[in-house]
């Protein structure tokens, strides 16, 4: 049963884009995001001082199946990690940028945690984008070990003076109404909030894309999944640049 929801969720996380709402609001609305789904107090010190001095940079990006762009095809320029990077190097001309993108599908937090010394330490970042919770759902894992693993994980991060970004699941109508993402969303809250560490609410704004009728989260066109996927992911890295670049409080 736990492989069978994990092989839909794979199955309905490619997310339908209107091409003709895109084209009326234009590329740039298709992904905006209201600011207050942005703002939260922790920042990112280590990473803004690197930006502000030109230095290169080094993000990794783990997590799943989102994180390594499952639903956009096998292109790994079309995750969102990727999207990102090209999004900050935009905006930042004078500074060498790369995130890396270790997502491996159908891992839980504790099992990307035991990954942390060969993918993401290694590379010695400024900043880890850990995007999780999903797997943990799906089978409905204990929550409390859940939260055990994501506070282990950021103080591990924080040991090594690294920014994190916690990254919540993706919302879809028909896998939230078969899959209780709640517990989990509320643990990434509360650990975000007692750790003081900035949590991308990605949960939110898809559903704020969702309800305002500007994606289309069920009705996937035959065919259209990957190209439709790749939207999306486009505009997650510009709203995580976003969120990324915010003035600092």
């Not at 590329?27 to 920042?43: F, N, T, Y």
């Not at 990957?226 to 670049?245: K, N, S």
């Amino acid at each position: 049963m736990k492989r069978l929801l994990l092989s839909a969720l794979l199955l309905v996380s490619p997310l339908a884009w209107h091409p003709a709402r895109a084209a009326e609001a234009g590329a740039a609305a298709s992904c905006a995001v209201s600011p207050e789904l942005l703002e939260d107090e922790p920042g990112f010190p280590n990473l803004a001082r690197r930006l502000k001095a030109g230095q290169p940079v080094t993000i990794v990006a783990i997590g799943g199946a989102s994180t390594a762009g499952a639903a956009a095809g096998p292109e790994a320029a079309n995750s969102f990690p990727s999207r990102l990077e090209e999004a900050l190097r935009k905006r930042h001309p004078n500074g060498a940028i790369t995130v890396i993108n270790r997502g491996v599908p159908r891992q839980t937090a504790r099992e990307m945690l035991e990954r942390f010394p060969a993918d993401v330490l290694a590379h010695k970042p400024a900043l880890v984008i850990w995007e999780t919770g999903t797997v943990d759902a799906v089978r409905d894992l204990d929550v409390e070990d859940f939260a055990a693993a994501l506070k282990e994980g950021i103080d591990t991060l924080h040991d090594h003076k690294i920014d994190v970004m916690l990254v919540d699941m993706q919302f879809n109508p028909r896998t939230s109404s078969i899959i209780n993402f709640e517990p989990y969303l509320d643990a990434l809250h509360r650990t975000a909030d007692l750790e003081d560490v900035y949590l991308f609410r990605r949960y939110d704004i898809m559903r704020a894309w969702s309800d305002s009728g500007r994606f289309d989260l069920v009705g996937v066109p035959a065919g259209k999944q990957a190209a439709l996927a790749q939207e999306i992911y486009r505009c997650l890295g510009d709203a995580m640049a976003d969120a990324i670049d915010r003035p600092a409080h």
